[in-house]
Nanobody
């Protein structure tokens, strides 16, 4: 059974940093993409960053480009989101999402980790 467990969220002051982790277990896929989404209160879930398949290029949304960095440790089956220069508008629940490039396509969500940026 595939499980995605996020960690690293918390309360941080504006301008601060956090690193989120998403540990994947129960994985048997070799063709997949790992992604970070977030959902702020009262807003739709939005894509923050993802790693392309197969080359693993990091892609970031315009709202976080230059401040956030997605990366992966394949040996640990873990994806990270380094978040710097945090702003109050970054406050959201951050979710790890995996989609496979298989037939049929499979997708999995973590339960999320809350990031609150406030002074």
């Amino acid at each position: 059974q595939v499980q995605l467990v996020e960690s690293g969220g918390g309360l941080v002051q504006p301008g601060g940093s956090l690193r989120l982790s998403c540990a994947a277990s129960g994985f048997t896929f070799s063709r997949y993409s790992m992604n970070w989404y977030r959902q702020a209160p009262g807003k739709d879930r939005e894509l923050v960053a993802f790693l392309t398949f197969p080359d693993g290029t990091a892609i970031h949304s315009d709202s976080v480009k230059g401040r956030f960095t997605i990366s992966r440790d394949s040996d640990k089956n873990t994806v990270y989101l380094q978040m710097n220069s945090l702003k109050p508008e970054d406050t959201a629940v951050y979710y790890c999402y995996v989609v496979t490039f298989t037939v049929p396509i499979q997708n999995y969500w973590g339960k999320g980790t809350l990031v609150t940026v406030s002074s």
